[in-house]
């Protein structure tokens, strides 16, 4: 089937009724997924008098929130690793608030009861080339100078946990990744909002907001908004700030979804710890077990297109499914010819230059954004949530154990801006060749991807 596994099954909750006419609200976000849907909830737990508007242009959660892979990760940077080398002298604490803040969707996935699969099972890192072990050997020791739980796995530990021919080697990262059901963590979260007296109107697109003397207007097909502050939510899809659209490139990512696995076929794998899992090529998988047995494998790919161009035409691509399935089979040939595949989709990631969130105001301080999350906004749109509340000066049922988010270096700087068409377009095809390149040759980078190192540029998925 060519949709989301997560939305193909029973439990979809029915769209709301868009708004029509005016309205008016203390606090109006554009965009109902998990950015949209914690800075509603954190924002009405702290206030309760609050009148909190959520304005989303289809169904909450049906772009990137509810289509990911449903790993739920700490790290707010992209990695210890992407943040010692671009905050080093806050990455201590960020390590510290990311901890906070997976333990804070914990809590209120148990306090509210959100029946998403949650499983803290961790992830595992696998190296599948020579030179992918000194990756792994770099990660063991960024976890264990921060106080991470980090085992090394030799292959046929490795090989123990999940049976591939490929392995050579891993790392368990024992307690900074859960796993989870991305479209029930959504349906949780709406109900969540709604229980608490937040008004969600679905199939409302918001085309354009400006200064209407204290307020702000929000401008929809069927009705106008007037708010005291807005947040932006929308990540990958066009801006309605227009400086935003030089920080954030939305690159396209794909995965399959088997059918479920028969007990033989699972015996066949082990994975008896249900963890999820990354190879440590620069073109990247990520897979792992649903709650029936199924395995999601994504990755590799990540695909630009000229102009930031973002069309619903763009989730399919034959290319990069049956490469996905080959490369399935490569790691897993204890399954070939018994295991098919009964979804394939794709969707859009909201990419910077420094691979993780950044924050800003607009209007006097009145509007507020995040974005950027570059594939990692399951566990860092929480955060995210609490920044650009704290920049509108809202308070925020956040629990993080710190009085200022918005003093960090981190929330107050920006990435480097991509540069415009048709150099974006050129830059980031050279980037996706050159890391092919090195995955190829031993992981070295050419010259191109060691200038962009130079210069603290990037693109990843």
């Not at 800075?39 to 008098?49: G, I, S, V």
């Not at 204290?214 to 009705?223: C, I, N, Q, V, Y």
């Not at 695909?303 to 290319?319: C, F, K, M, Q, T």
Request: with cysteine; proline share 6%; glycine share 10%.
């Amino acid at each position: 089937m060519p949709v989301p596994f997560w939305w193909d099954r029973p439990g979809c909750p029915s769209p709301l009724p868009e708004l029509t006419g005016h309205a008016e609200a203390d606090l109006a976000i554009v965009g109902g997924g998990y950015s949209g849907l914690w800075t509603a909830l954190l924002a009405k737990r702290a206030d309760p008098a609050l009148d909190v508007l959520i304005l989303e242009r289809g169904t909450c959660g049906e772009a990137a929130s509810g289509r990911n892979g449903g790993f739920c990760a700490a790290s707010l940077t992209h990695g210890p690793a992407n943040g010692l080398d671009r905050f080093p002298d806050e990455i201590d604490t960020l390590v510290a608030l990311g901890r906070r803040n997976l333990d804070a969707i914990e809590r209120t996935v148990v306090e509210l009861g959100i029946d998403c699969d949650w499983e803290r099972t961790g992830e595992l890192s696998v190296a599948t080339a020579p030179w992918q072990l000194a990756v792994l050997d770099e990660e063991a020791d960024l976890a264990d100078r921060f106080g991470l739980r980090a085992d090394r796995l030799d292959a046929a530990a490795t090989r123990a946990e999940l049976d591939s021919p490929t392995y050579l080697g891993g790392v368990w990262h024992r307690d900074t990744t859960a796993m989870l059901d991305p479209a029930k963590l959504v349906w949780g979260l709406r109900r969540a909002c709604l229980d608490a007296g937040v008004r969600i109107a679905e199939q409302t697109e918001v085309t354009a907001v400006r200064a209407d003397g204290p307020a702000l207007k929000l401008t929809t097909p069927a009705g106008t908004v007037w708010a005291g502050r807005v947040v932006l939510a929308t990540n990958a899809f066009p801006p309605l700030l227009r400086r935003l659209r030089a920080y954030v490139a939305p690159v396209y990512d794909y995965a399959l979804v088997t059918e479920p696995l028969t007990p033989a076929q699972l015996a066949s794998l082990g994975w008896r710890h249900r963890q999820g899992l990354a190879d440590s090529a620069n073109q990247f998988h990520y897979y792992r077990l649903t709650a029936d047995n199924r395995i999601l494998w994504g990755g590799y790919d990540a695909i630009y297109h000229y102009g930031n161009r973002v069309d619903p035409s763009l989730e399919s691509r034959a290319a990069t499914f049956s490469l996905l399935a080959i490369q399935f089979f490569d790691t897993f040939p204890q399954l070939a010819g018994q295991v098919r595949f009964s979804h394939r989709w794709g969707g859009v990631i909201d990419t910077c230059s420094r691979f993780c969130a950044f924050f800003g105001t607009a209007y006097g301080g009145r509007l507020a954004y995040a974005a950027g999350y570059t594939g990692l906004g399951v566990g860092a749109t929480r955060f995210g949530a609490a920044v650009v509340l704290e920049l509108l000066g809202l308070p925020a049922d956040h629990g993080l154990e710190r009085d200022s988010l918005t003093s960090l270096r981190f929330v107050r700087s920006k990435p480097t801006p991509f540069p415009p068409e048709p150099v974006r377009y050129l830059g980031i095809q050279a980037t996706r060749w050159s890391l092919a390149r090195a995955d190829a040759h031993e992981g070295r980078r050419n010259l191109w991807l060691r200038t962009l190192d130079r210069l603290g540029l990037g693109f990843d998925s």
